[in-house]
């Protein structure tokens, strides 16, 4: 399924932030629990389930807003971990002696079965009926090795890549729950072990959030993880986290434990809290037991579980099976099915997006599932509705599709009104009134005025955002009182604002108005690609622009050129050249661009380059800060010698390049796909010869095996 982006980007179609705080909230929110899913999918399963430029937008859309919004960000915001340099605190990396590992997943009890006969096999038995598990809880929190040293506390870590985490001793030690000192522990002793957030807990939090006129936070995880994450250990004390062991990690000289159970057993008379819901297991048919038991009862927990871990009890068992390089094959993970809750489906709305799609979508009794309050659903289309069957004043069911996305399942027919009729897709547009269409063949609706108020507002909010123009000043609150008072009706108009009108609309003082004037001067300067960027032409997204601005050197010539001739450019293609080609066709997109000429917005693209073009069709990513390069010249002296600098590592990444405060998530991606690191240095010497160091060349490599997985793309 690679509907995730699609999908919240609808949402953000129905749901439009403004500057109300809430929305704003809701929709950072949003972008966050999206970008986290995508992160885990990536790390944990090597899954990339969008383009990473959908990705890279969602990350730029969510940077905007924070920087728009510094009182509404997150402690545990994903743009802490990804691209730039981390916000908030730096945490020195611990090495762990013992891997830290993920876990495989069964989805279903079949899976499960599979899994259990065929451990059943490697052992060599008939079958798994008399195969000894645990049965644990997983607990959905933070993972986290303790390390003791003679019975004394001395390192707490995350686990961060597996191999590699980040010291957070001082704020787990205000964890009430995990011993200081431990009576009769052996010389070395690793707990491995989830920080949670009891619900209870995060619940009176959150009333105290509501109180002091604060947002909430969205879920007891994040929030865990954001209290790991304070510079100030008082602040995580503050927010009541629990622990719960259930691994041994490096142990050094200590008792003889023969089985996961005994192990655990142990590690409770040490003091740790270890979970009383563990059981010991024998059979493939009792896993399933255990899955159903859990499946009805999870929300008898004061914790959020998001599955249970099922381990062969045994270690020598454990030893015999032993791991693949992710995951243990001894252990599994066993999903349960989406927490599924009823609410009043208040009335069925209809938004529409810059492109004119028209997107129906549900407005619900406000619901608490899956870990966040649910509102708003989209419900993509008019056949989806249909299908459905939901009509206002059902009950509906409501669930998170992948976790993440609030999704109606449908209506409980038993409680439907008598009179109840089914909803029908409006004839015309909410917005400006005129008839919508829905072309042949097509699942969706548009509203084909293009100056429809609701599509111009969209469009130009699109225009004025950070990954088109960046317009400082200029967001979705202005851009609504621009058109609402006239002033301006498309994108253009913003380059011949008369700011003295703007001076006298209500709440525009002169710093704001100050702030919108400077804003527009410093986008006359953008490139030529974030112009490109801005009009929105569909399939045209920032490489194909950089690339058409790079080959044409001028709006002029992108304008006059036929498809073939953009088509031809290296990056662009038939598709995104017949686009644009039809785009510029048009009368008003000309006049568009007359207003743009006129209020003295830059058309010229960069400056073609003569500098060797050594990195021609390689992809490399740069995370942290270099000392000899900022992130917009290292991504300069990349695409300047014929490379592309993509936001994201995937296995056509050549290299990464790695300087201070790296993205957590880029390096592990690069160390799972086996793309080479490089540091600095490195670096220079690959821009100076192309060749990325310590990769041996095609030739030098001929004898040698191929590294395992994935191999590097081409390194010569
Ligand atoms: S055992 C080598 N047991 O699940 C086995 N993990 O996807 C390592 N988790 O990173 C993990 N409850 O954060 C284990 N009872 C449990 C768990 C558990 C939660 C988490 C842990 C780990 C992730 C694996």
Redesign the pocket.
Known sequence: MSVPVARVAGVSETVPTSDDPTRVAARMAELADEIRRLDVRYH?EGVSDVPDADYDAMVRELRALEAEHPELVADDSPTASVGAAPIGATFAPVEHRVP????DNAFDADELRGWAERLARSLEREDASDLEFIG????DGI?MSLRYEDGVFVQAAT?GNGKVGEDVTANVATIASIPERLDGAPPVLEV?G?VYMPNSTFEALNEAQEAAGKPRYANPRNTTAGSLRQKDPTITASRGLDFWA??LGEVVDGPDTPRQSDALDWLGELGFPVNPERRRIVGADALVGFVEQWTEHRHDLDYDIDGL?F?IDGLDLQRALGSTSKA?RW?I?SKLPPEERTTTLLAIEVSVGRTGKATPFAVLDPVFVGGSTVQMATLHNDDQVRLKDVRPGDTVIVRKAGDVIPEVVGPVLADRAADSEPWVFPSDCPTCAEPLVRPEGEAHTFCVNPFCPARQQAQIEYFASRGAMDIDGVGERTVALLIAEGLIVDSGDLFHLDFEKVGELEGYGQTSVDNMRAGIDAARGRPLASLLVGLGVRHLGPSGAEALARAFGHLDAIMAADVEAMAAVDGVGPTIAGSVAAYFDDERAKALIEKFRSGGVNLVGPEVSETEQTLAGMAVVVTGTLAGFSRDEAADAIKSRGGKSPGSVSKKTAAVVVGESPGASKLTKATDLGVPILDEAGFVSLLETGVVPGVPTEDAASDEAAPEGDAPADAG
């Not at 830290?100 to 876990?103: A, F, G, K, N, V």
């Open positions: 944990a830290m590992m993920s876990l644990e809880l997983k607990i993972a686990r491995r989830e259930y691994q871990v381990k243990p252990a993970a």
